[in-house]
T-cell receptor, first 116, second 117 residues
Framework: EAQVTQNPRYLITVTGKKLTVTCSQN?????MSWYRQDPGLGLRQIYY???????DKGDVPEGYKVSRKEKRNFPLILESPSPNQTSLYFC???????????????FGEGSRLTVL | AQSVAQPEDQVNVAEGNPLTVKCTYSVSGNPYLFWYVQYPNRGLQFLLKYITGDNLVKGSYGFEAEFNKSQTSFHLKKPSALVSDSALYFC???????????????FGAGTRLFVKA
């Protein structure tokens, strides 16, 4: 089954304790992205990746890191989490950025993170 | 900068009635516009898109959307609402201004649709 898989789905942690949220897709998609969803703000893009070893900042990258060493994986790293990073996080992928692909996104089920 | 606005936080409609969820956009160049739906405790699912061509696009679950260039709108519609359509709906636009030549997808704040039986 074609899917985007995120882990963990739920996590409670404390300020400053490094954590990684993994994301894996099995569709051989070139493009992957991370979003955070907050009430009243919709989804805001954190980082995205055009392909292996190619990443770029989204609109809210502060406090986050990413890497794309393999095509299927795109982990989100919080080096020193803070309470304002409490949010619902989504990983998404898309086939490619080149025509004729038009960029519709496939989303994971989400990871709810609470930082105390 | 590209942006998307969904002016209604919530839309209430009775089952069987037509529904409209509004979206306006601001882009430079030709817009790539999308609608996504989010059911409780789930990720977003793609519904439909406008890239070019016919202004009325049809998508999943009987939804359609009308692209209006002069009003910069892309409203989501369905002729007859179902209770199961109750969900959170997001309008989105693709922004091609990434430094690596890639694209970002910019989402609106979302509109919660309640369909009452």
């Amino acid at each position: 089954e074609a899917q985007v898989t995120q882990n963990p789905r739920y996590l409670i942690t404390v300020t400053g304790k490094k954590l990684t949220v993994t994301c894996s897709q099995n569709m051989n998609h070139e493009y992957m992205s991370w979003y955070r969803q907050d009430p009243g703000l919709g989804l805001r893009q954190i980082y995205y990746s055009m392909n292996v070893e190619v990443t770029d900042k989204g609109d809210v990258p502060e406090g986050y890191k990413v890497s794309r060493k393999e095509k299927r994986n795109f982990p989100l790293i919080l080096e020193s989490p803070s309470p304002n990073q409490t949010s619902l996080y989504f990983c998404a992928s898309s086939l490619s950025v080149a025509a004729p692909n038009t960029g519709e996104l496939f989303f994971g089920e989400g990871s709810r993170l609470t930082v105390l | 900068a590209q942006s998307v606005a969904q002016p209604e936080d919530q839309v209430n409609v009775a089952e069987g009635n037509p529904l409209t969820v509004k979206c306006t956009y601001s882009v430079s160049g030709n817009p790539y516009l999308f609608w996504y739906v989010q059911y409780p405790n789930r990720g977003l699912q793609f519904l439909l898109k406008y890239i070019t061509g016919d202004n009325l696009v049809k998508g999943s679950y009987g939804f359609e959307a009308e692209f209006n260039k002069s009003q910069t709108s892309f409203h989501l519609k369905k002729p007859s609402a179902l209770v199961s359509d109750s969900a959170l709906y997001f309008c989105a636009v693709r922004d091609m201004t990434g430094s690596t030549g890639g694209f970002k997808t910019i989402f609106g704040a979302g509109t919660r649709l309640f369909v009452k039986a």
